[in-house]
T-cell receptor, first 112, second 110 residues
């Protein structure tokens, strides 16, 4: 009964490929996020969705496209993968505003 | 100036020591302050959160916020090897995203 679950946990793929990472939360939260954590461990927000609606879209290449079919799911699709996309991607959710965010276990993406 | 600054460490202390972890921030609109702990190859997990200036204690952990100085701290008393992890401060303004510090890597040596 994992609160925020993302799949796959590890993803190794070649440059130029298209891949998706899925995220689901069973906490009933309204807001979901995608964060990227680089090799220096810096967590940077990419997207935020509230009730399936895009709220935050930081400066991210448009090769990254989030999709939220319902408020419990926020998937991340990445086109034409580049070496610099290698990182750990975390999904998170909260009830919005100032409530604490719960994180998934991360997807370690390696582009070769 | 970055929005949230935090010394990345690494910080090594002997078991039983008191650990002090700190962050400074520049956005006075932040109202909500959190500390997350992240073990290697795991997602961040919330340790403590607070809205207001002052101290908040939870077991061996104390979170301190000084809004006038834009400075937050996390103190760990009687540190244990199991406390070895990366500690990330985070803060938010209502309705905005969380902004994380880069994290401080802590090692508690037995």
């Amino acid at each position: 009964d994992t609160a925020v679950s993302q799949t796959p946990k590890y993803l190794v793929t070649q440059m130029g490929n298209d891949k998706s990472i899925k995220c689901e939360q069973n906490l009933g939260h309204d807001t979901m996020y995608w964060y990227k954590q680089d090799s220096k461990k810096f967590l940077k927000i990419m997207f935020s969705y509230n009730n399936k609606e895009l709220i935050i879209n930081e400066t991210v290449p448009n090769r990254f496209s989030p999709k939220s079919p319902d408020k419990a799911h926020l998937n991340l699709h990445i086109n034409s993968l580049e070496l610099g996309d290698s990182a750990v991607y975390f999904c998170a959710s909260n009830q919005g505003g100032n409530t604490e965010a719960f994180f998934g276990q991360g997807t370690r993406l390696t582009v070769v | 100036q970055k929005e949230v600054e935090q010394d990345p460490g690494p910080l090594s202390v002997p078991e039983g020591a008191i650990v002090s972890l700190n962050c400074t921030y520049s956005n006075s609109a932040f109202q909500y302050f959190m500390w997350y702990r992240q073990y290697s190859r795991k997602g961040p997990e919330l340790l403590m959160y607070t809205y207001s200036s002052g101290n908040k204690e939870d077991g061996r952990f104390t979170a301190q916020v000084d809004k006038s100085s834009k400075y937050i701290s996390l103190f760990i008393r009687d540190s244990q090897p199991s406390d070895s992890a990366t500690y990330l401060c985070a803060m938010s303004n209502y309705g905005q995203n969380f902004v994380f510090g880069p994290g401080t890597r802590l090692s508690v040596l037995p």
